[in-house]
């Protein structure tokens, strides 16, 4: 599976930014998708993730009531809505995919960067 995300922009305080993860190859053998990101000097850490078939989402703490993702199926696309954006959502976002072909697999993508000015 291989993973492009898109939408990174630089925005100011309170603005509201999608970002899109297109993904290709064996998709139908993706069990989760997630969005996580990494801020400099900072581990990666998980933002958001949403199981195939069932759609269950699980946020972290800090983004709850203003992140949403989300998946579109038909366009092998997963989202990420952010609102009311704050400095300390800049960072990095990665799009990451985990499933099973022929083996256990976890995908990246290259990361889409995603600056919040005050």
């Known amino acids: 599976v291989h993973l492009m995300e898109s939408g990174g922009d630089l925005v100011q305080v309170g603005s509201s930014l999608t970002l899109s993860c297109a993904a290709a190859?064996?998709?139908?053998?993706?069990?989760?998708m997630a969005w996580y990101r990494q801020a400099p000097g900072k581990q990666r850490e998980l933002v958001a993730s949403?199981?195939?078939?069932?759609?269950?989402?699980n946020y972290a703490d800090s983004v709850k009531g203003r992140f949403t993702i989300s998946r579109d199926n038909a366009k092998n696309t997963l989202y990420l809505q952010m609102n009311s954006l704050k400095p300390e959502d800049t960072a990095v976002y990665y799009c990451?995919?985990?499933?099973?072909?022929?083996?256990?697999?976890?995908?990246w993508g290259q990361g889409t960067q995603v600056t919040v000015s005050s």
């Open positions: 990451n995919a985990e499933g099973s072909y022929f083996g256990d697999y976890v995908a």
């Open positions: 190859g064996s998709t139908s053998s993706i069990t989760v």
């Open positions: 949403i199981i195939s078939g069932s759609g269950s989402t």
